[in-house]
């Protein structure tokens, strides 16, 4: 394994832990933009509220990370998905900053009216956000950026069945693990209604995205076929896997088993975005430009592992610290007094 | 051989591609300026709710935890919003300058690689302060918010450490072919620009909050809401400005003094010198032409002497080097940078009237043109921040990295910037009313006494834990 080979993998991780933790707050936002109205839905959206309100913005740190960490090591291929997806990562980048101020302002809302405006607003950025980036990936995956700036197409090269699906999956897998998050929330609350809602909507985003990712199969086989030939060789022992975790925490819920459902989602999450990585890789930008081709001077990609080896160190143990306080309500959201909800 | 067509169509190419620079200029002017306002906020104002704290524990003193406990809640939205509003500007490294990320990624980039761990964990530890309030114990609580300033100022480093190497590139090696080489990460870091500009930004932080957060209590003094809870919430913040203001003068001098040395062209613009020569007067204000600068307070020599402490210093003119390298709008740099001393100079003064007061009376000025001065040192110390971005970034064109690559090769190939130019304005005028709005709320909530939990309270006075409380 070459140097640039560890900092790719340094990437995976950290599109990894973002596919899995910011992944479920967009979905949550899913969830919260569905509800609806009525009593049970509002203890649903403060339960979303409790649930991702102390930890989304260290998890959307994810997301600078992999970017800082593109640009660092494998600028080249940053330029090029950069210049020639400009609409959806622009459209993205929009989704990101109405999403995070929708949720930071509607519990400060002075009105029912307003709150109930700001977290629509955050509600559908972050069903708009993930899709997007989806697109980017299934454009980068179905080898529609070409080197340079600006080469590839503005519009078809995210246009496309492979991206409309790949957005779709993100979106799809996001809304799956925060149901099943929202599961053991709700029951570590000991709101046995919540728990019996969250089931039932676990349950059906894990048909739907088990249904989506089985049309993926077709879509890639017809446009993005470097990656399905990856999917169906090398990378198949863990497309297996991911949907052997699946369809276990499918059978889990339906149960109703109240342990080792989250491990499972996240197993098969966290699956499906290496199953990608195993069946890209050498390739950076498929077909076009690889991870040695691509990568930096040697001094920076060690650097960047050394401060990746600093990360593991300080971040780790300080995000692992976070979780453990909000699970134990230690670090837990104020309910803030509403206007008109006293 | 280039038929007539392919030149007719040539033509409609050039004009894109130049067409994108302008845009593109424009949009990361503005969105790094409106950002750079947050920053400030996530940079300077974790230390002034930690004084608080202290204080408040120290003493046992009420007041201060409570003000500690809402500047937290407002460090929480500002916090949220500058976070997103800086993934923007990470986003706009590909979407507007590509070239630059695709050349020099591999030569900055590790410094926001270290900025992205000190981001990681500001968001962690600060989002531990904010909902820690109730449930820690207080000198735990308290230590968990101390690595918020510590990573802010960190982070601070790291980014500016990135401008400071656009104006003193340095730490690699460019081969023939113009592909970078021999990166030296430890150079790149400690670059020629670091040890004035780094410093010279993190102060400005501390100063923008500091100033910002007493305007706001000053403002409350002078509608006669006079209360220990008023006078605490100037006197920290004052405290703290009135102590950095002469070192950021002094900071900032040296600076200046520094550019005129390694890039003389930025400050022959920023003090409108045309020609090169001795014995230069300093212009205050005033427009720069291109015979003179009008209108403004000519001091003979001093500019010569500030350079070198010599009226007989030579000053680099902008007329040393070709038209298309020296940076455009000279007026606009000059009256920044005069604003900027001018702030300077003047929140000086104002700590100097506080601090005689405090000496002789241990009170804060009572005088209703005092809590005016600090009313508007607020929004004047951020237009000064915003005056020396201009300055640094403006000064520098033509040129993205100094007198290596210029502007308009970095920019995108992607049309459409006029667009979300445009959606920028929009969405962060929008964003900016909305941020106030809020804000301004949860003051009006709190001045009408709405019930707020008291900080450290006994474990079993809320049930936090269920959902649904607030019904």
């Known amino acids: 394994m070459s140097t640039a080979d560890a900092v790719g993998a340094v990437l995976w991780v950290g599109a990894t832990l973002y596919a899995v933790f910011a992944g479920a707050d967009f979905g949550a936002g899913f969830w919260s933009f569905f509800a609806g109205r009525g009593e049970r839905a509002e203890r649903a959206r403060d339960q979303v509220d409790h649930s991702i309100g102390p930890v989304w913005e260290a998890n959307h740190v994810w997301l600078i990370f992999i970017l800082v960490v593109l640009w660092t090591a494998f600028s080249e291929a940053f330029a090029a998905v950069f210049s020639t997806l400009f609409i959806p990562l622009s459209l993205a980048a929009l989704g990101i900053v109405l999403r995070g101020t929708g949720f930071a302002f509607h519990r400060l809302a002075p009105s029912d009216r307003e709150r109930r405006w700001y977290q629509a607003l955050f509600g559908a950025a972050s069903i708009l956000t993930p899709f997007f980036m989806g697109t980017v990936i299934g454009a980068i995956a179905s080898g529609r950026v070409p080197l340079g700036n600006a080469e590839g197409d503005a519009v078809s090269s995210w246009l496309n069945g492979v991206s409309l699906l790949t957005g779709a999956l993100f979106v799809a897998t996001g809304v799956y693990l925060a149901a099943v998050f929202l599961v053991s929330d709700s029951r570590r609350a000991g709101d046995e209604d919540l728990v019996q809602y969250f089931t039932a909507r676990a349950m059906g985003a894990a048909v739907v995205a088990g249904a989506i990712a089985v049309a993926g199969i077709f879509v890639y086989h017809a446009e993005a076929r470097y990656i399905y030939d990856g999917l169906v060789d090398e990378g198949l022992p863990i497309v297996i896997f991911s949907a052997i975790c699946g369809a276990g925490a499918l059978f889990l819920l339906w149960r109703g088993a109240s342990r080792g459902v989250r491990e499972l989602a996240v197993g098969a999450v966290v699956a499906v975005v290496w199953a990608w990585g195993v069946a890209q890789y050498p390739y950076l930008l498929p077909e076009s430009l690889t991870v040695n081709e691509g990568a930096a001077d040697h001094e920076t990609l060690v650097e960047t592992l050394i401060v990746f080896g600093a990360a593991v160190l300080l971040v780790i143990p300080s995000l692992v610290l976070l979780y453990v306080l909000t699970q134990r309500d230690i670090v837990a959201e104020e309910h803030e007094p509403i206007a008109g909800r006293e | ?471």
């Not at chain 2, 510590?150 to 450490?161: E, H, K, N, Q």
């Not at chain 2, 004035?196 to 706001?216: G, K, N, Q, R």
């Not at chain 2, 001065?373 to 951020?382: D, N």
Request: charged share 15%.
């Open chain 2, 1 to 471: 051989m280039p038929d007539a067509g392919s030149i007719a169509n040539l033509l409609p190419d050039l004009l894109a591609d130049s067409s994108q620079l302008l845009p593109a200029r424009s949009q990361m002017a503005f969105t790094l300026g409106f950002h750079i306002i947050l920053a400030c906020f996530g940079v300077g104002f974790p230390a002034m709710m930690l004084i608080a704290n202290y204080i408040g524990l120290r003493k046992q003193d009420s007041v201060a935890l409570e003000l500690a406990q809402r500047w937290s809640k407002v460090a929480a939205v500002l916090f949220a919003v500058g976070a997103v509003t800086g993934t923007v500007i990470s986003f706009e490294f590909g979407l507007l300058w590509p070239e630059f990320t695709d050349r020099f990624g591999e030569v900055f980039g590790i410094l926001f690689t270290i900025e992205g761990i000190f981001f990681f964990l500001e968001a962690i530890f600060l989002t531990i302060y904010i909902y820690g309030w109730k449930r820690m114990s207080g000198w735990a609580h308290f230590w968990s918010g101390v690595p918020v300033a510590i990573c802010g100022i960190g982070g601070a480093f790291s980014v500016v450490a990135v401008n400071s190497w656009m104006n003193q590139p340095g730490g690699f090696t460019l081969g023939s072919d113009g592909k970078v080489t021999d990166v030296d990460p430890i150079d790149v870091m400690f670059n020629g620009a670091v040890s004035y500009e780094v410093p010279h930004m993190i102060l400005a932080a501390y100063l923008a909050v500091s100033f910002m957060v007493a305007s706001v209590y000053a403002v409350g003094m002078l509608r006669g809401r006079r209360d220990r809870h008023h006078r605490l919430g100037l006197l920290i913040p004052l405290t703290v400005g009135c102590i950095l203001a002469p070192i950021q003068f002094f900071v900032g001098d040296t600076a200046a003094r520094e550019i005129a040395k390694d890039q003389p062209i930025k400050f022959a613009a920023m003090e409108c010198v045309e020609k090169t020569h001795r014995d230069v007067t300093e212009y205050i204000g005033g427009i720069c032409t291109d015979d003179g600068v009008k209108g403004a307070i000519p001091i003979p020599g001093l500019d010569s002497f500030l350079v070198g402490f010599s009226t007989d210093t030579k000053v680099i003119g902008l007329e040393s080097v070709p038209p298309d390298e020296r940076p455009p709008a000279n007026t606009l740099l000059h009256l920044s940078f005069d604003y900027m001393v001018g702030i300077g100079s003047a929140l000086i003064a104002l700590g100097a009237w506080f601090g005689f007061v405090w000496w002789r009376k241990r009170d804060i000025p009572q005088t209703k043109w005092f809590l005016r001065a600090v009313a508007v040192s607020g929004v004047a110390t951020i237009l000064a921040v915003e005056a020396g971005w201009i300055v640094t970034e403006v000064g520098r064109q033509p040129w993205i990295v100094y007198e290596i690559m210029r502007t308009e090769d970095a920019v995108t190939g992607a049309n459409g910037i006029w667009v979300t130019f445009v959606i920028a304005l929009a969405l962060y005028a929008a964003l900016g009313a909305a941020a106030i709005f809020v804000l301004r709320t949860m003051a009006r909530r709190w001045r009408e006494g709405e019930a707020q939990s008291v900080p450290y309270g006994p474990l079993d006075d809320e049930p936090a834990s269920t959902p649904g409380g607030s019904e």
